[in-house]
């Protein structure tokens, strides 16, 4: 494997003074939803001496690298090969029921975007492949080739808003019937081609269609879904969670999810709120918060982010 350099994790300093208060302590646990290259993990580790890490991540290379950045602290740190969606699944398998502290960071990997040959970015030749973990699952190229046309439409429009959705999904059916879309750099000259000039001024053309592929990919969409509410299951009191989303899709789902559990689930009318009804958690930020100026400056990846957190306030029934 090519070197990948060591990015700066995005929203450090932020995110872990949000999970501080749940990290000090004694025999804290932070799972790391979204391990990739170890950066939020390591930055915690080296500051709350009795923390216990569950790293998990679908990618094998993430894992393999954050494995070796973390190795110097020995048996505090666990790593599994997982979706987040898994998160339960690995907890269990840990013998651990509950945890202080639960972080997602959302979206492509530094290290993905990095290695070319992963299919990620549209401003490089690669094959289509996207896959975020290459042991398992169908490649872009795949979903290029066998997809009908509604259906390449369908993902166009609901995992990456795209307008033009019809036109694209239109080009690439013709276009493939004479010869395999198999590059990035085909994908990117079709998409191209199909956009009128005021459209490509707006920004890159191929963006959105690419971000729906990587979402179709890897099912990313229906795994949060499934993980928030699995994360939040096993915070115990006290405990923290904080989400970094970098496109709409993602922050809505954590928006939903968020605002169901910090509401009172009292019937209208009742005269008191009984204690059932209160609240199990509370926001710890109002909306979502971006990076500063300083940080979007040093760091592009720093952008488009959205950071939203909670903690457990109230037992779970």
Known sequence: MAETPVHIPVMLERTLELLAPALEREGAVLVDATLGLGGHAEAALERHAGLTLVGLDRDTDALARA?????????????????????????????IESVSAVLFDLGVSSMQLDQAERGFAYAQDAPLDMRMD???????????????EDELRRIFYAYGEEK??????????????????????????????????????AGHPAKRVFQALRIEVNGELEALEAALPAAL??????????????????????KRELAARTRSTAPSGLPIELPEHRPEFALLVRGAE????????????????????????????
């Open 67 to 95: 494995g070796e950045r973390l190795a110097r602290f020995g048996d505090r740190v666990h790593l599994v090969h997982t979706v987040y969606s898994g998160l339960r699944t690995a907890l269990d398998g840990l013998g």
């Open 164 to 201: 033009l959705a019809p036109r694209y999904a239109r080009r690439i059916v013709q276009a493939r019937a004479e010869h395999p879309i198999e590059r990035s750099s085909q994908l990117v000259d079709l998409i191209a081609q199909a956009t009128p000039r005021a459209v490509q001024r």
């Open 134 to 148: 290459r042991t398992r699952g169908v490649t872009a190229a795949s979903i290029l080739a066998d997809y009908p």
């Open 290 to 317: 971006l990076a500063d100026d300083a940080e979007r400056a040093r760091n592009p990846r720093a952008i488009p982010v959205r950071l939203r957190a909670a903690e457990r306030v109230r037992e779970a029934a």
């Open 233 to 254: 299951d096993a915070l115990a009191l006290g405990g923290r969670i904080v989400v970094l989303a970098y496109q709409s899709l993602e922050d809505r789902i954590v």
